[in-house]
Every structure is written in C-alpha cells, then in structure tokens.
C-alpha cells in the first residue's frame, strides 16, 4: 500500500473504496499551497496504485513534465502546481473506482498533470483555446514522439481543447475525457463554498478580475451547471 501525499496519509485504494465520505482526507493535502508539491513522486505513486507497468519510455519524460508543471514562471496564483496535484490526486481516485486499466491510467495522468501545461495567467479570454493550444504545444514537444500511434495523441490533443471551460457540454464517450473535464470542474468545489471562494480568490489576483471573490465562485458554479457532469462519482462527489 502506497502513501501517495504525506506519511500521514492512506493509500489510493483506501480512499476509492470510501469514497465519497473519504474525501475530508485529501482536503488539508489539496488545499494547502505552502509547499512545492513533488509532482513526479506523485504522478509515479498514483501509476503504482493504479497498477500500471512504471518502465514505460514515456515516463523519461515525465519527470521533465513535473518540472515544467512546478516551475511557475508567471507566477500564477491558481493555474500553479498545486492545481496540477489537485487534478492528479482525485483523477487518480476516480480511475481506481471505476476500475481504469492499461494505457488509459497512462493518458489520465500526463494529461491531469499538462492540461494546463505553461499556463499564461492573465490571458486574452477573447482567444478560445488559446492556452488549451499553448499547452498542447508544449506537450508535443515532449512526448510525441513516443506515440506511435497518431490516434493516441490526437486522443490526448481533444481531450486537452476539451478542458476549455467556456466550452458547451461536449458529447463523449470517452472515459479518460470524462474523468479529466469532470475532475477539471470538481477541484474548484467539491470541499464546499468557503474553499471555492478561497480558489476564486486566487483566480481573481492571477487574472487581476475586478469582481468579488463570491460572484466569481457563483458565476464559476452557473456555468459548471450549466456544463453538468458525466459521470455518478462526480454527482455523489458535491453531495457529501
């Protein structure tokens, strides 16, 4: 059994198989931005438990992923590798619940650690994909050339266009895609309004918005509404 945040903490299994009522666990780990989180140690732990073979080439290049994802050079306050540990951790548990195996556990986890691969903070919002093409960018440089198959990263390249959030509900039946869009959302409010607000904040200061910190969480949850959910783990996820 794998400790895939602190000593203190219980294995991926252990928290799937309780989940939803298990989620007060990761709550201290996720939240918290004091520290740089170890995200290729995480994003290893999290293959591990998920019992995906570890030697696969691909992971030459993940530990470089981790260090662009922590590096943060424009010092973002949300889109910052705690983000990136945040989607990995509760995308991880998801795939453990809904019994994810093979390369999919591959493709869950780079594209939860890259989607928002060297993001730009304040950004142009009148440029749709912009940052979603930006990490793309990024990502191809680095692993495409392990992808023989050109329909496994073009897979990757729809999910990540898909994690544009001012998008319309997209129709899919892609498991790994429902995860990461589903996971994507959940992170900014599955611990309740006064952490979403707190998230809203620092979304608020790394795109220097000029509204409250409460409107933007409440705009944040009429759009995530109006986007849905697909899968039931979600759903029970904001109940409990």
Not at 2 to 19: C, D, E, G, H, V
Not at 97 to 124: C, E, K, P, Q, S
Request: with cysteine; aromatic share 10%.
């Amino acid at each position: 059994m794998q400790n895939i945040f602190t000593k203190m903490t219980p294995s991926l299994k252990y928290i799937a198989i309780r989940w939803p009522c298990s989620k007060h666990i990761l709550k201290k780990y996720v939240m918290s931005n004091y520290s740089k989180p170890d995200l290729f140690k995480l994003c290893t732990s999290c293959l591990k438990d998920l019992n995906f073979r570890i030697n696969h080439p691909l992971l030459r290049s993940l530990k470089d992923l981790s260090l662009m994802c922590n590096s943060n050079p424009t010092c973002n306050f949300y889109h910052d590798s705690h983000h990136f540990k945040s989607v990995v951790i509760i995308s991880s548990i998801f795939a453990k619940i809904l019994n994810l195996r093979g390369f999919d556990v591959l493709i869950l986890i780079i594209i939860a650690l890259t989607h928002d691969l060297n993001h730009r903070g304040r950004r142009n919002l009148k440029k749709p994909y912009y940052q979603e093409s930006a990490s793309i960018k990024s990502l191809n440089y680095k692993i495409f050339k392990y992808f023989l198959n050109h329909n496994k990263w073009k897979r990757i390249e729809r999910i990540i266009l898909n994690t544009y959030f001012l998008k319309s509900r997209v129709i899919s039946s892609d498991i790994v895609e429902k995860i990461i869009l589903d996971v994507d959302i959940l992170v900014s409010m599955m611990f309740g309004q006064e952490w979403g607000i707190l998230l809203s904040r620092r979304l608020k200061h790394e795109q220097k918005l000029e509204v409250n910190s409460k409107v933007l969480f409440k705009e944040f949850l009429n759009l995530a509404k109006e986007r849905g959910l697909y899968l039931d783990v979600s759903k029970v996820t904001c109940t409990i």
